[in-house]
């Protein structure tokens, strides 16, 4: 089917914006900790399916363990580190400006990737960031101009806790890329990251005694619903469907279009927040999308 991979990337766009519209809602009835740990189990639970399926064996046991190592911390840092940050930006910033904010996690893998990889900086690419960081900074601002002081400390809290986020897909991205090498399949890869994440977070709530009454939260039907559908929309389909783009589509088309979740949210965000969508965020939208796509395109 032509343009088979580019479809794909847009149906991934779609995946991540509902996911983290329910994640956003399940957060707000049980707390950001609780869709975390709960999302990860399911993930883990479907992605051993779906290896069982694909590659024959429920867990990529003959694996070298310096690749264990690697993504490992991949995991750790992307999974338990990262996304309990963002889950907690959903609730503070709802999934839009959140989302939108998460889109910054190519300009930071690329400085990563300059700074402990070597990686050159061309003025292309340094243009790109700058336009993207450029429009992060004008629909925060528009979002700032319309707060009062509590409601502005509570935006920047949010705004933080989602460059966190990226900071820590960036981060996670970055160890991934030295787990997947020599040929590792990817589906492996996530498999080992999801494990090593649920293994980290489990064990910090159970130290803090707080595994079975985030668990226990779950008797909230509703929220449960969202958080299963929610990790079967972005962690598990979302994932597929990304790899199979890379496959199918060149990587900065199919990158770019990965990035539209911020795009798909506007109306959505007007429709189910009541947010009033001005031209002014609708311009920072595009042109930190332009600055995403052009650091895709430029590498």
Request: charged residues 10%; contains cysteine.
């Amino acid at each position: 089917m032509r343009y088979a991979g580019e479809l794909a990337s847009l149906l991934t766009a779609f995946c991540w914006s509902t996911n983290s519209v329910l994640f956003s809602l399940a957060g707000q009835r049980v707390g950001s900790p609780t869709v975390n740990i709960t999302r990860l189990a399911w993930a883990l639970l479907a992605m051993v399916l779906l290896h069982v399926l694909v590659l024959g064996s429920p867990f990529p046991v003959g694996a070298e363990p310096w690749r264990f190592g690697w993504l490992g911390i991949s995991g750790l840092i992307g999974f338990a580190l990262g996304d309990a940050v963002l889950f907690e930006a959903f609730v503070r910033l709802g999934p839009r400006l959140a989302m939108l904010i998460m889109t910054l996690w190519p300009v930071f893998a690329t400085v990563l990737a300059w700074a402990f990889l070597g990686e050159r900086l061309s003025a292309g690419r340094l243009a790109a960031m700058g336009a993207a960081l450029g429009g992060i900074a004008w629909v925060v601002a528009d979002k700032a101009s319309k707060a009062d002081g509590v409601s502005r400390k509570h935006l920047a809290g949010g705004v933080l806790l989602a460059l966190g986020g990226a900071v820590g897909q960036a981060t996670g991205f970055l160890f991934s890329r030295f787990g997947l090498e020599g040929g590792f399949h990817p589906i492996s890869a996530n498999l080992v990251r999801v494990s090593a994440g649920i293994l980290a977070l489990g064990l910090w709530m159970a130290l803090r005694r707080e595994l079975v009454p985030n668990f226990a939260k779950l008797k909230d039907r509703k929220a449960a619903l969202m958080i299963a559908i929610g990790a079967a929309a972005g962690p598990v389909t979302g994932v597929v469907l990304s790899l199979y783009a890379q496959t199918r589509a060149p990587q900065g088309v199919a990158a770019t279009l990965m990035s539209l979740s911020p795009v798909i949210l506007l109306p959505v965000s007007a429709w189910l927040y009541q947010e009033k969508i001005t031209w002014r965020a609708v311009g920072g939208t595009a042109l930190t999308l332009a600055g995403v796509a052009g650091l895709f395109l430029a590498a």
